[in-house]
């Protein structure tokens, strides 16, 4: 999962060796936050949220198929 | 973008010197002139021609390979066939568990195709259009649409009450639109504001006056 957050957020900004992910494991839930370079947060939030939304979409599919419950956060 | 600069007493030996350099064939770049070069006269005010080499990348492999990195992380086995007509590229998937990437009304497979014409389209000046399919979901969908739409517009024009669906993307809004747009009784139009925007079938009485006359 964390691999995957990995790579949709790589593909999408200009300096993807500054793309972090971080992991934590909650009781219910593993909330994944993603950082990137500050020039970054745009290409990565877009506008009205709608590509964090199309990020999120597609990890919470790839979630399902393994019974877990996902959050991502970007910070 | 990736770009050399070269230069050389004409255009072609400057693209030639620079094909070497990058070690790709001829179809695999463009080019653009800088400096025009001059023969100059007996040897005086010769001027060498500079160029400047971009690498075309190529569309349909940044995306194959983009969405195949992201299906293996998904665990996803499929196969992927990628087709480009002009100024859009058509993407279909087959395998097992094409119901996840599909998902509820086709969110995922609508963030999907968003993401992937996102990395398509980075750094690059003309829009390439992607569209990504899978067991033909756009189509039954749009054929979904269209009925959902002449049953509404036939309770509209008996109720003439207004009739608000659910939120659609701009795609899916669109194909609620055409389907009405001869419809002589009922017009449609779209109220809100994105993501939640939504469409309106409404009793469209100077129509309906029209088409009574």
Same mark, same amino acid.
């Given at each position: 999962?964390?691999?995957l957050?990995?790579?949709?957020?790589?593909?999408?900004?200009?300096?993807?060796?500054?793309?972090? +992910?971080?992991?934590?494991?909650?009781?219910?839930?593993?909330?994944?936050?993603?950082? +990137?370079?500050?020039?970054?947060?745009?290409?990565?939030?877009?506008?009205?949220?709608?590509?964090?939304?199309?990020?999120?979409?597609?990890?919470?599919a790839a979630?399902?198929k393994?019974?877990?419950?996902?959050?991502?956060?970007?910070? | 973008?990736?770009?050399?600069?070269? /230069?050389?007493?004409?255009?072609?030996?400057?693209?030639?010197?620079? #094909?070497?350099?990058?070690?790709?064939?001829?179809?695999?770049?463009?080019?653009?002139?800088?400096?025009?070069?001059?023969?100059?006269?007996?040897?005086?005010?010769?001027?060498? /021609?500079?160029?400047?080499?971009? $690498? @075309? &990348? !190529?569309?349909?492999? @940044?995306?194959?390979?983009?969405l195949s @990195?992201v299906l293996n992380e998904m665990n996803i086995e499929a196969?992927?066939?990628? &087709?480009?007509? &002009?100024?859009?590229?058509?993407?279909?998937m087959?395998g097992e568990d094409m119901a996840i990437l599909?998902?509820?009304?086709?969110?995922?497979?609508?963030?999907?195709?968003?993401?992937?014409?996102?990395?398509? !389209?980075?750094?690059?000046?003309?829009? $390439?259009?992607?569209?990504?399919?899978t067991?033909?979901?756009?189509?039954?969908?749009?054929? /979904?649409?269209?009925?959902?739409?002449?049953? #509404?517009?036939?309770? =509209?024009?008996?109720?003439?009450?207004?009739?608000?669906?659910?939120?659609?993307?701009?795609?899916?809004?669109? $194909?609620?639109?055409?389907?009405?747009? !001869?419809?002589?009784? =009922?017009?449609?139009?779209?109220?809100?504001?994105?993501?939640?925007?939504? =469409?309106?079938?409404?009793?469209?009485?100077? @129509?309906?006056?029209?088409? !009574?006359?």
């Open positions: 999962m964390k691999e957050i990995e790579v949709l957020a790589k593909a999408l900004v200009d300096h993807p060796e500054q793309v972090n +992910v971080h992991e934590i494991a909650g009781e219910k839930s593993i909330v994944y936050e993603l950082a +990137v370079a500050p020039e970054d947060m745009g290409k990565i939030i877009g506008k009205q949220g709608r590509i964090a939304k199309a990020i999120r979409t597609v990890v919470n979630a399902v393994e019974n877990k419950r996902v959050m991502v956060e970007i910070i | 973008m990736k770009f050399v600069e070269s /230069t050389g007493k004409s255009v072609e030996e400057a693209l030639r010197l620079s #094909l070497i350099e990058l070690g790709v064939s001829r179809d695999a770049v463009d080019y653009e002139v800088i400096e025009e070069g001059a023969k100059g006269f007996l040897g005086f005010g010769a001027k060498d /021609t500079k160029i400047r080499v971009f $690498i @075309k &990348e !190529n569309a349909v492999d @940044k995306a194959v390979q983009f @990195k196969s992927i066939t990628a &087709e480009m007509n &002009e100024d859009s590229l058509s993407i279909a087959e599909i998902g509820k009304r086709g969110q995922t497979l609508d963030s999907l195709q968003y993401l992937i014409s996102l990395v398509v !389209n980075k750094d690059k000046e003309e829009y $390439i259009r992607v569209s990504l399919d067991e033909n979901y756009r189509m039954k969908r749009k054929e /979904t649409l269209e009925n959902l739409a002449s049953k #509404l517009a036939y309770k =509209v024009k008996k109720s003439r009450k207004n009739v608000v669906l659910e939120p659609m993307n701009p795609y899916e809004r669109r $194909i609620i639109h055409s389907a009405l747009q !001869n419809n002589p009784y =009922v017009s449609t139009k779209s109220e809100g504001d994105e993501p939640y925007r939504k =469409v309106v079938i409404y009793y469209d009485y100077k @129509k309906s006056k029209v088409s !009574n006359s």
